[in-house]
């Protein structure tokens, strides 16, 4: 067992020995709240980015609320097909789909053409996506956009 050498030391020296303690303590609070600020910063940034691209191509089949056509063009608004079938669903984004498709069990046979969108596009839509109308789905990021071909 190692002597209580702290017993030793006066008040000030105890404080001297804690301060790089609390400093790290500090600094490692620091990087993790301004990390999760960047973070969330480039996920509100990519949404509203994926809300003008959502506006310019995909309103007119999907409604501006995301609640598709029934029985022609499929529900993005709460839609379980957007969570369980993430890598289709960014595939569909990216390269356009054709042939069924079910969501919230009702199934749709059309055709989604390519919308000639880059895949920070593809990102910054299915991220506004994910997160509305109902929707809790993870970010989408840029390195998974590219990784479906």
Not at 39 to 51: D, L, M, V, Y
Not at 73 to 90: E, G, H, M, Q
Not at 106 to 135: E, F, H, P, R
Request: hydrophobic share 35%; glycine share 6%.
């Amino acid at each position: 067992m190692l002597p209580n050498f702290q017993a030793y030391l006066t008040p000030i020296e105890r404080m001297n020995l804690q301060r790089p303690i609390i400093a790290l303590i500090t600094l490692t609070l620091a990087v993790t709240c301004s990390s999760q600020l960047i973070s969330q910063s480039t996920h509100g940034a990519s949404r509203e980015r994926g809300e003008k691209v959502y506006e310019t191509y995909c309103t007119t089949c999907h409604l501006p609320t995301g609640k598709g056509i029934p029985g022609t063009f499929p529900p993005l608004a709460k839609a379980d097909y957007l969570i369980n079938n993430r890598s289709d669903a960014i595939r569909a984004v990216k390269q356009g789909m054709e042939g069924e498709v079910t969501v919230n069990s009702m199934t749709y046979n059309n055709v989604m053409y390519s919308l000639g969108l880059d895949d920070q596009q593809v990102v910054d839509v299915m991220n506004y996506i994910l997160n509305n109308w109902g929707n809790d789905g993870a970010e989408v990021t840029l390195e998974e956009v590219k990784a479906i071909n």
